[in-house]
T-cell receptor, first 115, second 116 residues
Framework: NAGVTQTPKFQVLKTGQSMTLQCAQDMNHEYMSWYRQDPGMGLRLIHY???????DQGEVPNGYNVSRSTTEDFPLRLLSAAPSQTSVYFC??????????????FGNGTRLTVT | AQTVTQSQPEMSVQEAETVTLSCTYDTSESDYYLFWYKQPPSRQMILVIRQEAYKQQNATENRFSVNFQKAAKSFSLKISDSQLGDAAMYFC?????????????FGTGTRLQVTL
């Protein structure tokens, strides 16, 4: 039972480089999201999607792009990495049927360091 | 905007004892959900317990229970018979019930140490 799969687990980038964090879920969840976790700040929402072809900004969207071409995949793109984007990134998904109290299911995170 | 406050950055409890982690939230909504997540050193985010605001009864999951005070906007987590495996970061989270796009807002977390 894979759940939410994130790759890579670790990544080091130089300032200005671009990269894509991959996220896939096999639970047929419509809602998917990306969070970043920084010490003392909890988890903050970057972008989210309520279905294929639909995305929206969260609390801290600057410097990140997303797309949702399929229900399963929700990649996060860093266009030009900056040291301020050093963080741990989590992808999470949930059901959006009648179970409005359904919790988020998280991937295992990606630790990104930008030098 | 809704905010979630965890005022205890760190807590410590002895094995087999009981500890309570505090969480308050600010909202003008009446229909919402509250969650506690656990993050052990493995970094994995694990759901501990959830509470629907319309339910008066406090949620319980084995050794974990909540004290939900809707009027006070308080949602504390009680861990009974603490075990070494309970050592982790604990995050309180809130989500208003506005349908499919409703977002989960997290507090800043409480690091729980469990000592022998």
């Amino acid at each position: 039972n894979a759940g939410v799969t994130q790759t890579p687990k670790f990544q080091v980038l130089k300032t200005g480089q671009s990269m894509t964090l991959q996220c896939a879920q096999d639970m047929n969840h419509e809602y998917m999201s990306w969070y970043r976790q920084d010490p003392g700040m909890g988890l903050r929402l970057i972008h989210y999607s309520v279905g294929a072809g639909i995305t929206d900004q969260g609390e801290v969207p600057n410097g990140y792009n997303v797309s949702r071409s399929t229900t399963e995949d929700f990649p996060l793109r860093l266009l030009s990495a900056a040291p301020s984007q050093t963080s741990v990134y989590f992808c999470a998904s949930r059901s959006t049927g009648t179970l409005y109290n359904s919790p988020l299911h998280f991937g295992n995170g990606t630790r990104l360091t930008v030098t | 905007a809704q905010t979630v406050t965890q005022s205890q950055p760190e807590m410590s409890v002895q094995e087999a004892e009981t500890v309570t982690l505090s969480c308050t939230y600010d909202t003008s909504e009446s229909d919402y959900y509250l969650f506690w997540y656990k993050q052990p050193p493995s970094r994995q985010m694990i759901l501990v317990i959830r509470q629907e605001a319309y339910k008066q009864q406090n949620a319980t999951e084995n050794r974990f229970s909540v004290n939900f005070q809707k009027a006070a906007k308080s949602f504390s987590l009680k861990i009974s018979d603490s075990q070494l495996g309970d050592a982790a970061m604990y995050f309180c989270a809130y989500r208003v019930n506005t349908g499919t796009a409703s977002k989960l807002t997290f507090g800043t977390g409480t690091r729980l140490q469990v000592t022998l």
